[in-house]
């Protein structure tokens, strides 16, 4: 039988063992966004005894930023950083990915000095035009070339915890009638585009997907439904699914 302290191959990466660290925000970046010592300390501190580690989520554009002192990926004057959390965990012989992340709703006015977007109007938030989608899609795809120059062997794109992707995927925050919203296929659209794009940048590199998988509400997402949704995750070039809760407060 299979250990946790056995290696795994991943798309010709070992991993020395299935310990994993997940994702976790420490606010430890800059105001701006940019890697600091004390986040790459951080790191290297709990890397040494890992198979894989997955760093905290980072914002693609400014407008799906969650909170101040958060990781940013969305310019290019941030790979130099980024560049030295990703050899200073490779270091440690530990693989390494970034999460990819847009707050959408969860954005707050207040820090991002815009009224923050959604798949539908809710609580101040505004719906998101088709061509913003495309944009947003783009920011998603160079968030993933920048990964690439920074050194790091894949990205996790977030699409669970009530953030963009998932408020896209989950009926409770997706009330639109274009091809965005309604169908359970409609609904899958927006992530999917955006595996596609991704998948573009990637290359050889992994490719994670981190589910929202369950509502836990009777109109929400539930398990059936990601089933099918993680076949074509799959289909599309997910290497790997991180999977988790979805809208979160149920
Ligand atoms: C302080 C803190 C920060 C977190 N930040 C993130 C994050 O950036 N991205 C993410 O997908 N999940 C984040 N999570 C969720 C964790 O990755 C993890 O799923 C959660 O702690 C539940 O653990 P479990 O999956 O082992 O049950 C965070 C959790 C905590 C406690």
Redesign the pocket.
């Known amino acids: 039988m299979v250990g946790l302290l056995d290696s795994l191959e991943v798309k010709g990466l070992t991993l020395k063992n299935r310990i994993v660290m997940?994702?976790?925000?420490?606010r430890l970046a800059t105001p701006e966004g940019a890697v600091t010592g004390s986040l790459i300390n951080h790191y290297i501190q709990r890397s040494n005894e890992l198979g894989f580690l997955?760093v905290?989520?980072s914002y693609v554009s400014f407008s799906g930023m969650l909170n101040k002192r958060q990781v940013s990926i969305c310019d290019d004057n941030l790979i130099f950083g980024l560049k030295k959390l990703s050899s200073s965990i490779h270091a440690k012989a530990t693989p390494v990915v970034i999460?990819l992340?847009h707050a959408g709703s969860h954005a707050d006015e207040k820090i991002i000095g815009i009224q923050p977007v959604a798949p539908s109007l809710s609580h101040g938030c505004r719906a998101l035009q088709i061509d913003e989608i495309e944009s947003l899609i783009e920011s998603f795809s160079m968030a993933t070339q920048r990964a690439m120059k920074a050194g790091f062997d894949g990205v996790?794109i977030?699409g669970?915890?009530g953030f963009l992707l998932n408020q896209f995927y989950s009926p409770l925050t997706n009330r639109r009638r274009d091809q965005y919203g309604g169908s359970l296929e409609n609904r899958m659209r927006f992530p999917l585009e955006v595996i596609e794009r991704v998948k573009k940048q990637i290359g050889r590199r992994l490719l994670l997907y981190?589910l929202g998988a369950d509502d836990l509400d009777p109109s929400g997402i539930k398990i059936e439904d990601s089933q099918k949704f993680a076949v074509k995750l799959e289909d599309a070039g997910v290497d790997m699914l991180?999977v988790?809760?979805g809208i979160c407060g149920s």
């Not at 997940?22 to 420490?26: F, L």
């Open positions: 997940p994702p976790m925000q420490t997955i905290e989520h999460q992340n996790e977030h669970a915890h981190r991180d988790s809760g």
